[in-house]
């Protein structure tokens, strides 16, 4: 059997400004999808963000491979796409079965309810492709339980409006297949330099997963409605095995929350030094995670932690309240500190809400050259599709709340007008320029890199500006 896995492209500039700048990561729900395909089956991995043009790369891949199964995943911001590349598979072979996954098809299955979709998988895919790919082969019905749907079975608006599916253990879910993807393609700019010199910004990087999950419940996360506010961890021996096998020198932790259990990470770390693993490691923590346990934090810094990226949303305590973070400024303030104090390089997030003023956008460019030296990052307070959030602005979108949702276009009405509105989120990124590691420190690395930077920066700053024109924007 022939089987060909979809990851769309992005369609609005500022996704692919990022992607093709500053962090592309390989598709990794697709591999470890592609992990749970039997033996004797064929599997292609089509990753469209790599592509020049993406679409005729697809039709080039299903000509080429001419597929019984094509599986899909994607985000609520390429929904609609998926459903026009599903169209586009069954215009090339009526009879190949479509198959949708991903996040919008958990939170939002009976969007994928049109023609031209066969099944619709809720929460994890590793392990239920494997069971369709079976179903399929025997001529059995290829929906079963709440995590395989059919748009064409009697019940299944009454299953699709139920809460996700508990993802199996952890120990079920099949290994991700890395050798299935041009693994030169994906990168993370890396800013942490001990030693003040770096040979590249843009090492190849791989993608791990130890946990799924996250034991919070901010607003604006869809990942608790996802779980039911489960966490599920892979043991430390699993963990560590995967990492030795990796070719890639540098790793970034794709968890939701990497280090919530700190006995579980403590014994991950002790293994990588045991086992003389040297990586370089970059993942996401709370600030209270570091407040509570820098030594977790220390120790990981021997292991090979060069970089953590912590949501601080805000310094102000208002905010994080009307966030839920469960934290407050002190907190942040605290975690900032003993980062510094270790040497491990912080890349602090904040959130945009659309109803700032002018003034509360300077007062966020003042909290960001108080963090120097650190990565600061933005994105703009978006309501999830299906969160709470979701519906209680279901009714002040001012765009499609599908397509835009990428965390960086306001859906819902900003105080300012939107010309305005991203002209200071714009200057919000060139004011944490001033605050980089790389700038502040005075870290040697090659002249085309400072280039290239410079360039792929300039047009990631000017796209951040033109936001407001994709409004205007048809797909």
């Known amino acids: ?81 998926v459903r026009k590349l599903a169209e586009i598979v ?3 072979n009526p009879s190949a079965l479509n198959v949708v996954g991903g996040v919008h098809a958990t939170i939002i299955p009976e969007d994928y309810a049109v023609k031209g979709i066969d099944i619709i998988v809720r929460g994890e895919g590793g392990t239920a492709f494997r069971e369709i790919i079976r179903r399929h082969k025997q001529g059995m019905p290829l929906h079963f339980g709440d995590v395989s749907l059919s748009p064409g079975q009697p019940d299944f608006h009454v299953k699709a409006k139920q809460p996700p599916p508990p993802f199996p253990p952890v120990h079920e879910i099949p290994r991700a297949r890395r050798d299935l993807v041009r693994r030169s393609k994906y990168f993370c700019v890396w800013t942490s ?82 086992k003389g693993i040297k990586k370089k490691y970059i993942s996401w923590a709370r600030s209270d995670t570091i407040v509570k346990h820098p030594e977790l934090f220390r120790l990981w810094k021997k292991a090979g932690l060069g970089l953590v990226y912590v949501g601080l949303e805000a310094m102000r305590g208002s905010q994080l309240k009307n966030y839920n973070k469960r934290t407050d400024v002190e907190t942040n303030r605290k ?48 309501p999830a599709p299906g969160t709470e959030l979701f519906q209680k602005y279901k009714n002040d979108f001012i765009c499609d709340p599908y397509l835009f949702y990428d965390c960086m ?28 590691p790389l700038r502040v420190n005075k870290v040697k690395v090659p002249r085309k890199e400072i280039m290239k930077v410079i360039y792929l920066g300039t047009k990631y700053i000017f796209a951040l500006r033109n936001i407001y024109k994709d409004y205007s924007l048809k797909m």
């Open 409 to 436: 276009h306001a859906i819902i009405p900003t105080r300012l007008g939107l010309k305005k509105f991203y002209a200071h989120f714009g200057r919000l990124s060139s004011v944490a320029l001033r605050a980089n």
């Open 90 to 92: 069954k215009g090339h």
């Open 193 to 274: 330099a001990p030693e003040k010199k770096l040979d590249t910004m843009f090492p190849r990087t791989a993608s791990m997963r130890t946990s799924i999950g996250c034991a919070f419940n901010c607003s604006f996360c869809v990942v608790h409605h996802i779980m039911n506010g489960k966490y599920l961890q892979r043991t430390p021996e699993d963990v560590v095995d995967e990492i030795s096998r990796l070719k890639e020198d540098n790793i970034y932790f794709v968890d939701d929350e990497t280090f919530l259990n700190k006995k579980r990470m403590t014994e991950i770390a002790e293994l990588l030094l045991l």
């Open 1 to 81: 059997m022939r089987i060909l896995l979809v990851k769309p492209h992005p369609q609005l500039l500022i996704a692919k400004r990022l992607q093709e700048g500053f962090l592309h990561l390989e598709p990794l729900e697709l591999e470890i999808v592609a992990g749970g395909v039997p033996e004797e089956d064929e599997v292609v991995i089509c990753d469209l963000g790599i592509e020049k043009n993406p679409m005729e790369a697809f039709h080039n891949y299903l000509h080429e491979l001419n597929p019984d199964i094509v599986g899909f995943t994607g985000y609520s911001s390429q929904s609609a796409l």
């Open 335 to 382: 975690a900032v500190s003993i980062l510094r104090e270790i040497g491990i390089t912080l890349h602090a997030s904040f959130i945009v809400d659309p109803d700032f003023t002018v003034e509360d956008f300077q007062s966020l460019e003042k909290d960001v050259l108080d963090l120097c030296p650190a990565e600061v990052t933005f994105t703009v307070l978006s």
